[in-house]
DNA sequence: ATATATTTTGACATAATAGTAACAATGGTA
DNA sequence: TACCATTGTTACTATTATGTCAAAATATAT
């Protein structure tokens, strides 16, 4: 069972795009809708969207279209929702708490169960329910807890060394805020966030709109 | 001038990383260095290397490699630094404070001038050193202020909206934290960063590694 | 109820794009 | 000067996206 073939990163990055379009339809009633009215609500090309589908399996039917209530509810079990999903965040600062606060995380079944952080002014703090621990109990925290996901909110001198903790204790899933890569194995998925590199990447493509 | 064939989005990418390591290069006193010596420290082919900076121009030396400050300031131009750009940070929530607070941004030459929320209870407050003030007085700001870059760090109901009151005021390039796709027009470059998609790209990866 | 037209998928063929390899050209180095 | 390292460029390969169409199901007409 399974894909036959490799999932391309360009597939990856839709398959969360059609989970959301498809939640938007049930919101509006929408009960079906063919690949050709999906693209043109998300401007891909419905060539495309067969094809990507294909790679999980036939959720259409000719002449009818999709369910869409089916295929939200395949794509959510393809991306893996559907269950709990429990994270610590490695770091209290600003962006730690704002990822502690985010409620849309925990509607799609992403629980922040911990958080860490070395410095005395945060340890002890609450964030939510949730109170930040010494990073020193993180690793008792993680052989007791089914933690799947660590996010790593703290700057780069440190990154490595927490992220090496994370995955000595089990955890094969890093959710990187920092500005380094992480190369932690073959069988760790790392998924970076790197918002300076976002911001260039805008930048870039306004340094190349003008000079057209 | 400027580059003759598209920039594909992987290059676009890649321009970031690339300037990350040369910063780090630099930082332990490397001078010059060869496609192959960067290309295993950023795994990725040399070939590719060198034909992503030829989209740019000839910044190697043949028998030499690239003189890494050189090359630094060449991709930092590229990409728009050495500038100063100003963003104005639409919601003041958690995300935005985040957004404020975090330092790297200020370093790149990414100055926010300007935060704005709609909630009695943020207006007033002080992020920082800078004021949190009211939505309503959003336009006039954007007005009297040369603001580049407007990032959107509200709930999606509102966020069409506000990212139309950017536009209609002059700002080119919205920067979009919102859980919706923005068409704000040709000349309007929106980059998204969207965080619940790149937990479920992260969950997606785990769910077929377990496959394997 | 049955036949016919229409819609739309899934699969495959084709086109476009992106990545890798190869190598002549060229400046650095011995 | 001769050799070596390494680029920039071109050719090739692989991957990704798009177009096409037979098959299948729905919708419509009779």
């Known amino acids: 069972m399974g894909p036959k073939k490799r999932i391309s990163t360009a597939v990856i990055h839709r398959l969360p795009k059609y989970y959301r379009h498809l939640g938007e339809l049930i919101d509006t009633g929408v009960q079906r809708i063919s690949s050709r009215d999906l693209s043109l609500r998300m401007r891909v090309t419905a060539s495309q969207i067969r094809q990507d589908l294909n790679h999980f399996g036939g959720f259409g039917q000719q002449g009818y279209g999709y369910n869409v209530n089916t295929l939200y509810n395949e794509i959510g079990k393809i991306l893996g929702l ?11 600062g600003n962006l730690g708490q704002a990822l502690a606060h985010y409620q849309y995380f925990r509607h799609r079944g992403f629980h922040i169960i911990g958080m860490f952080d070395k410095d005395e002014a945060q340890i002890g703090k609450k964030i939510g329910d949730i109170e930040v621990m010494d990073v020193d109990a ?13 996010a790593i909110a703290i700057p780069k001198s440190e990154a490595r060394r927490m992220a090496e903790i994370l995955v000595e204790n089990g955890v094969k899933q890093i959710w ?5 890569d992480l190369h932690l194995g073959d069988d760790v998925i790392v ?22």
Not at 82 to 92: E, L, M, Q, S, W
Not at 176 to 180: G, I, Q
Request: no cysteine.
């Open 138 to 150: 993180l690793p008792a925290f993680l052989k007791e807890n089914n933690v799947e996901i660590g």
């Open 82 to 92: 559907g269950k709990i999903h429990n994270i610590v965040i490695v770091g209290a």
């Open 191 to 212: 998924e970076n966030v790197n918002l300076t590199e976002s911001l260039m990447r805008l930048s870039f493509r306004a340094a190349l709109e003008k000079k057209k």
């Open 176 to 180: 990187n805020f920092a500005h380094l």
